[in-house]
């Protein structure tokens, strides 16, 4: 079948629990699923960058700099993009429950 590119987009500051120890966690979500997971470079000050295009389902009023940060790609057969993502938010959901305000 043939690969597509999904955009999952998750705020930046749960990547680092969804990814795991060294990475533990997506690399045995990418083996399993067969799908490559691409989060994005660590947001730095200063670093907007104009030419990445607006995530599906972003509002293009939110600040470029608020959402190009959070969008993780996966690459893969379409089905399993899909079981992927749904993991990763419903990782980032049980984060949520982990942060103390």
């Known amino acids: ?3 597509v590119s999904m955009k999952c987009v998750i705020p930046q ?4 629990q969804l990814m795991g120890l060294r990475g533990s966690r997506v690399q045995q979500l990418s083996r399993e699923h067969a799908v490559e997971i691409k989060f994005p470079d660590r947001a730095s000050s200063g670093s907007a960058s104009a030419e990445l295009p607006i995530p599906e389902g972003t509002d293009p009023g939110k600040e ?3 959402w190009k940060c ?6 893969g057969r379409e089905e399993n993009c899909k079981t992927v993502e749904a993991i990763l938010k419903v990782g980032e959901f049980q984060s949520v429950g982990k942060v103390r305000l």
């Open 1 to 3: 079948e043939a690969q």
């Open 13 to 16: 500051r749960y990547h680092r």
């Open 64 to 66: 470029k700099e608020d």
């Open 70 to 75: 959070d969008t993780i790609i996966l690459t």
